[in-house]
């Protein structure tokens, strides 16, 4: 089997690898982007692994950064350029569930590939574009199956986050987990436990925007992952009606995270606070959910809270838990507000202070309620109107 090396990433990386063939050792393209470019998925990095140690890279390229060293990856720079080159390596140990106690280099491409999860990731290509496939990855790629290398259960105690790597797979990829593959996940998954917050929330959020969320949060369900995962261990029935959710696929995080809220009924901050989310992406998602809450016929001060990030956010949410929503009157009815921003009032603290108004705390409560009653409609906004309302 060969593999199609025209594209640019590729083909860039390929006089790397020629270089380190003729100093006498072996380079391949690994990972992620073999699998996604024989897919004919868009690529980004690529990863090189190799069996010069990381001091013969060295040797061979004049210019290089030792990135992450102590564990085999060095990076080569080449016209403006890096390429990671990692040295060949197997991990023993993992008392931890989430690190190698001890990462040794070796000089056997086998070796490297057998310690990998799945064996669609598990494939290495040539710098010719000849892939080598030692554990059925493109007949489990043609199978849009996600079997794990060799024994399920070593490779789930090696590093737990697998197990939602596997769930988020088949979300993104639309691929099926293998029934050992599957079972091994549902016996492991209380080791999640030792993995961080951070780096399932990391998963879980791709898995949320992926082409088969559906798939991905059955088996998530299925497995009992989720009895894991931050402040979902007891909701079962939220999580089996966001799986149901059949709506459209959406690429905006903020929208799974909505209808999570939503379903599970787990106050907004509360939620992402225990999944360690953004600040930015909490207040997103709190004001998306006060909006679902409300739609098909939201109050006009919940789409004004909403504003222009938030409205198709809670829009596409409806859309997933109810694909004839109809999204267009309640665009519409945020297009006719009377204004759409606090910047937009055609007053502020410092006009009403030039009136006569004295500062202090009275003055913000005056103002938001000019802003809510002219959001509402009962208050023209216009100066002399608002400055009269006010009571100057
Ligand atoms: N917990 C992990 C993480 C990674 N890998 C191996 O390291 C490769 C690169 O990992 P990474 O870049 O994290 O993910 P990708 O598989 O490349 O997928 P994506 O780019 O979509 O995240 C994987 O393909 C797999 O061979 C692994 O065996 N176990």
Redesign the pocket.
């Known amino acids: 089997m060969q593999l199609d090396l025209s594209h640019p990433e590729f083909k860039a990386a390929i006089p790397i690898m020629k270089a380190i063939e003729a100093a006498g050792y072996e380079a391949y393209f ?4 073999v ?2 470019a024989l897919l004919g998925l868009p690529i ?1 990095d690529v ?1 090189i692994a190799s069996s010069a140690y990381p001091a013969e890279i060295k040797q061979i390229f004049q210019r290089t950064v030792d990135t992450g060293i102590q564990h085999g990856t060095v990076m080569v720079l080449d016209h403006g350029t890096g390429y990671e080159v990692t040295t060949f390596r197997t991990e023993s140990g993992y008392q931890d569930f989430r690190r190698p106690d001890q990462v040794t280099f070796v000089r056997s491409l086998a070796e490297d590939l057998k ?4 064996t669609v ?2 494939l290495a290509v040539r710098h010719d574009g000849t892939v080598i496939d030692l554990f059925g990855g493109l007949d489990d790629l043609t199978a849009k199956q996600l079997k794990a290398v060799g024994n399920p259960h070593e ?1 789930f105690h090696e ?1 737990a ?2 197990m939602m ?1 596997g769930v988020r797979f088949e979300s ?1 990829l639309g691929f099926q987990l293998e029934s050992a593959t599957k079972a091994a996940i549902a016996e492991n998954a209380p080791l999640l436990a030792h993995v961080s917050v951070e780096r399932i929330a990391a998963e879980f959020t ?1 898995l949320l925007t992926g082409i088969a969320r559906q798939a991905g949060l059955t088996d998530f369900l299925a497995t009992g992952l989720y009895r894991y995962a931050p402040l979902l261990d007891d909701q079962e029935a939220a999580i089996t009606k966001l799986a149901a959710a059949s709506g459209p696929q959406w690429a905006e995080p903020a929208v799974g995270w909505t209808l999570l809220a939503h379903l599970t009924q787990v106050p907004v901050v509360a939620l992402m606070r225990a999944w360690k989310q953004a600040n930015a992406m909490t207040e997103l998602v709190k004001r998306a959910t006060v909006l679902l809450g409300q739609l098909p016929t939201p109050s006009a001060w919940a789409l004004y809270q909403a504003g222009a990030a938030a409205l198709p956010v809670a829009l596409a949410a409806a859309q997933a838990l109810q694909p004839d929503f109809d999204a267009a009157p309640v665009a519409q009815a945020y297009q006719m507000l009377p204004i759409q921003a606090k910047s937009a009032l055609a007053i502020d603290g410092k006009t009403l202070i030039a009136h006569g108004f004295a500062p202090g705390p009275k003055l913000g409560q005056v103002l938001n309620q000019l802003e809510q009653a002219v959001v509402a409609g009962e208050l023209a906004n216009d100066q002399a109107a608002l400055l009269k309302a006010a009571g100057v």
């Open positions: 690994v990972g992620g982007s699998r996604d980004h990863d310690r990998r999860d799945f990731n598990a490779r590093d986050l697998r790597r993104q791709r």
